[in-house]
Nanobody, 124 residues
Framework: QVQLVESGGGLVQAGGSLRLSCAAS????????MGWFRQAPGKEREFVAA????????YYADSVKGRFTISRDNANVTVYLQMNSAKYEDTAVYYC?????????????????WGQGTQVTVSS
């Protein structure tokens, strides 16, 4: 089993910055990617960003490209999401995800484990 613990959520003004962290523990052998997804009220969970664990290639949703940056700490199996130039529409619960083996890196189904979620609220 793998446990994911997210931190760093909160309230930020539009145009401001926030940094989310997600630390993985347990049986993380074979991780192929870690990612961030978000779910706003009344909407489906959507892909935000992901990083391939072996060589660090990153993927971003068009809505966050150029504003958000995903990075990783291999030794501690931790992933970060730096959110800059925050917008009101970034308000959502943000979920960290970890995939074992292989999968569709931008899809919910490509991940085996999920964090509990952390709330990000952007005030306009």
């Amino acid at each position: 089993q793998v446990q994911l613990v997210e931190s760093g959520g909160g309230l930020v003004q539009a145009g401001g910055s926030l940094r989310l962290s997600c630390a993985a523990s347990g049986r993380t052998f074979g991780v192929y990617a870690m990612g961030w997804f978000r779910q706003a009220p009344g909407k489906e969970r959507e892909f935000v960003a992901a990083i391939r664990w072996s060589y660090g290639r990153t993927y971003y949703a068009d809505s966050v490209k150029g504003r958000f940056t995903i990075s990783r700490d291999n030794a501690n199996v931790t992933v970060y999401l730096q959110m800059n130039s925050a917008k009101y529409e970034d308000t959502a619960v943000y979920y960290c995800a970890l995939g074992i083996g292989w999968g569709a890196i931008t899809d919910n189904g490509g991940y085996n484990y999920w964090g509990q979620g952390t709330q990000v609220t952007v005030s306009s």
